[in-house]
């Protein structure tokens, strides 16, 4: 078992900046893949930043690359989410997603099996 916990979130007008923190803990894992996903109201699930916190390697999505990054803090699996010039348009509600050390790529995975409740992000035009 995974414990995720997210912290952060709010509004913003655009054009602001915003940071979304999460920490992950497990009496079995030293390493996970950890990402942010977010969810519009009737939109699909996109994951928009994956880190390996073994390796450091990072991938963004096209919609946020050169305006967010994900990066690890000084507490070992604590991840933040560090979004910039932020645009009506990443209005959504934003899911920390972590999984355990496995053989696939953390950007080659379907599903991550734990996460947290959601904090919500909205960006006024």
């Known amino acids: 078992q995974v414990e995720v916990v997210e912290s952060g979130g709010g509004s913003v007008q655009a054009g602001g900046s915003l940071t979304l923190s999460c920490a992950a803990s497990?009496?079995?894992?030293?390493?996970?893949?950890m990402a942010w996903a977010r969810q519009a109201p009737g939109q699909e699930r996109e994951r928009v930043a994956i880190?390996?916190?073994?390796?450091?390697?990072?991938v963004y999505a096209g919609s946020v690359k050169g305006r967010f990054t994900i990066s690890q803090s000084a507490v070992k699996n604590t991840v933040q989410l560090q979004m910039d010039n932020l645009k009506p348009e990443d209005t959504a509600m934003y899911y920390c997603?972590?999984?355990?050390?496995?053989?696939?790529?953390?950007?080659?995975?379907?599903?991550?099996?734990?996460g947290g409740q959601g904090t919500q992000v909205t960006v006024a035009s």
């Open positions: 880190i390996d916190t073994g390796t450091g390697t990072t």
């Open positions: 497990s009496a079995w894992y030293r390493t996970y893949c």
């Open positions: 997603e972590v999984d355990p050390p496995a053989d696939a790529a953390c950007w080659n995975r379907y599903k991550y099996n734990y």
